[in-house]
């Protein structure tokens, strides 16, 4: 840390010195206009840059498979707006799979292939993307399959859960997006402005968004026990769509509470939402009592179902938590 003191030119104008050597490490020199972002109490300095695409580069000639995949995403959420992969000769399968990484992201694209080179692009403007929207959607998304896959196995509809296990992917997308748009903010203060949300709030979004991924990957998982299940007794199915109306509860007034204005009405929603979790502990110990007189194969399935509804709603006290953290007042 160093230290300056503010000085006065001209009477009115209050002027500062920059460290030589930041300066000189950032390039920073006679004539180089710099770009302030106020932050509160803070003031952000930063060197002007050009709004260029970001552009990265990727040997994958050890890399296949899923981990090639995961490479790609990663390079993605990074920021990286053009993504170059390069290898002595690309084979099939690593074609195979960065298609499937392209496949697994929002607006990106391939846009030229040769023997040894691979290059993807982002064909969206950065700048015109919300983490608010990307969220609230994501919300829609996992609360709508959470609730179809417990229909799919009360009523035994094959066709619902496969739909459920195929959302999924949409969900994961929305996810690496808000991840994106996070770490631009991390990195850039001029990200953070042009999205119009405090990084703060940004952080509370990225936390919240990560809680939804999860309910959406249990209401997969219950759509996959469910294809596997067949009929299951009307008491415990019964008792299973109590359940998820409870957690579902706790979602829906964690994540009301997430997006409300007035710290009051947040508190409130978010208060309520935890003690609710609470409840769901109790419901879930008298489902699993019920449990005890199927087969134990059917048995052992419910309770992963049990379990999962439980950690979604344990999820939703999760984004609770959050929402009181971005509703109480800041130093």
């Known amino acids: 840390m160093e230290t300056r003191k503010v000085q006065v030119t001209g009477g009115s104008t209050y002027t500062v010195s920059l460290p030589k050597t930041w300066a000189t490490e950032n390039g ?3 004539g180089t206009t710099v770009e302030f972002y106020p932050e509160d109490s803070a003031l952000l300095l930063t060197p002007q840059s050009e709004t260029e695409r970001q552009e990265g580069t990727l040997d994958i000639s050890n890399i296949e498979g899923e981990r090639l995949t995961r490479a790609v995403m990663t390079m993605y959420v990074s920021g990286f707006d053009i993504i170059r992969l390069e290898a002595g000769r690309i084979t099939t399968d690593q074609r195979r799979a960065i298609r499937s990484a392209t496949q697994g992201l929002v607006g990106v694209e391939v846009l030229e292939e040769t023997n040894d080179s691979v290059v993807i692009q982002d064909l969206l403007d950065s700048s015109e993307l919300s983490i608010v929207n990307a969220v609230t959607r994501m919300r829609l998304i996992a609360q ?16 619902i859960a496969h739909d459920v296990i195929e959302r999924d992917d949409d969900v994961d997308r929305l996810w690496l997006v808000v991840s994106r748009i996070f770490r631009a903010t991390l990195r850039s203060p001029r990200a953070a402005e042009e999205l119009g949300v405090p990084r703060e709030d940004c952080f509370d979004f990225h936390s919240s968004a990560r809680q939804l991924e999860r309910v959406a990957d ?23 769509g109590e359940l998820h109306t409870d957690a579902s509860t706790v979602l829906e007034k964690s994540m009301d509470a997430l997006f409300a204005d007035e710290t009051e009405e ?5 208060h309520d939402a935890r003690e609710a979790v609470l409840e769901i502990d109790e419901h879930t ?13 059917q048995a052992q399935s419910l309770g992963l179902i049990v379990d999962s509804l439980s950690r979604s709603a344990d999820y939703g006290g999760n984004i609770a938590e959050t929402a009181l953290q971005k509703a109480a007042p800041r130093p």
Not at 151 to 156: K, S, V
Not at 266 to 270: E, I, K, P, T
Not at 285 to 297: F, G
């Open 28 to 30: 920073v020199s006679a």
């Open 144 to 159: 709508s399959m959470l609730e179809d896959a417990v229909r799919a196995l009360i009523e035994d509809d094959d066709d």
């Open 218 to 240: 249990h209401a997969a998982k219950i759509s996959n026990i469910a294809l596997k299940l067949g009929e299951i007794p009307d008491p415990v199915a019964e008792a299973l």
């Open 266 to 270: 947040a508190n409130r929603l978010g």
């Open 285 to 297: 110990r008298q489902i699993d009592d019920m449990l005890r007189d199927l087969d134990p194969v």
